[in-house]
Every structure is written in structure tokens, then in C-alpha cells.
């Protein structure tokens, strides 16, 4: 009894010793080693990678929203809307609609009518020079 009281003991410290392994342990293992590392060199900015060209992007369709106003309604009225319905905007009719990409605004411009759909003319483009593209 007392030889398999021992060999207990020498397992559990064997498990204890794997859980734990001693700082010297440590260092030994590859894993834990740290190593140099030399980078390439990035290639000049003016470069645009495969091929150089950026054609193929050029088709890609985007989604533009278009924002002519907005307000804020209780839950209760927005549940008693129907057809005919009128919401009041804070936009006034002269102001100009923005235009979204995405989430950011880029531009502004008026609601027109073209062939019996709404269309917008851009009046400015933000983040240009006013002078060249203000309508």
C-alpha cells in the first residue's frame, strides 16, 4: 500500500510540474522565445498595386441619400399615420437637400422634377474650393 501511495504522489507532482513549469522550463521552449523580425520595404505611395490602375472601381455602384429634412414625432402619432398623412420637416422649402454618402455629407442641392421623377442638382460639393463647383 505504502508503494502506490508514493507512486500518487510522484504522478500529482508530475501534473503539478507539467501545469508549472519552472522559469528555466520556460525560456527553454520555443514558444515563449522572442525573435527578430525584419520587415520589407513599403512601396512608394504614388503606387497603386496590381496593375496600377483603379478601372475596375470605376463601375461599382454606390447608394447616395438624400436628406430634405426631419423631425421627431411621439411613438403615439407615428402609429396613427396613414395615407394623406402630413409630417412637418425643419427644413424650410428654400433650403437645400444634403446629400449622404454613406454617413458622411458631401454636397447640397435642390429637389427638381425630371420626367415626372425627383432628381436633385448638386449646388456644392463640401470640402472643395466654393469658387468651383457652387452653382
Do not use: C
Not at 83 to 92: A, H, I, R
Not at 94 to 112: H, N, Q, S
Request: glycine content about 8%; aromatic content about 4%; hydrophobic content about 40%.
Amino acid at each position: 500500500m505504502a508503494e502506490t501511495t508514493e507512486a500518487t504522489e510522484e504522478k500529482t507532482e508530475e501534473k503539478q510540474d507539467q501545469e508549472n513549469p519552472s522559469e528555466a522550463e520556460a525560456q527553454e521552449d520555443p514558444k515563449t522565445q522572442v525573435q527578430p523580425v525584419e520587415f520589407s520595404e513599403v512601396p512608394a505611395a504614388g503606387d497603386t498595386g496590381a496593375g496600377g490602375s483603379i478601372d475596375v472601381l470605376l463601375d461599382v455602384g454606390i447608394f447616395i441619400t438624400v436628406a430634405i429634412g426631419q423631425t421627431e414625432i411621439p411613438v403615439r402619432r407615428l402609429l396613427q399615420l396613414g395615407p394623406g398623412s402630413v409630417l412637418e420637416l425643419d427644413k424650410s422649402i428654400d433650403e437645400p437637400a444634403d446629400l449622404y454618402l454613406r454617413d458622411t455629407k458631401f454636397a447640397t442641392g435642390t429637389i427638381v422634377v425630371v420626367d415626372g421623377r425627383f432628381a436633385i442638382k448638386i449646388k456644392q460639393i463640401l470640402g472643395l474650393d466654393d469658387s468651383a463647383l457652387d452653382a
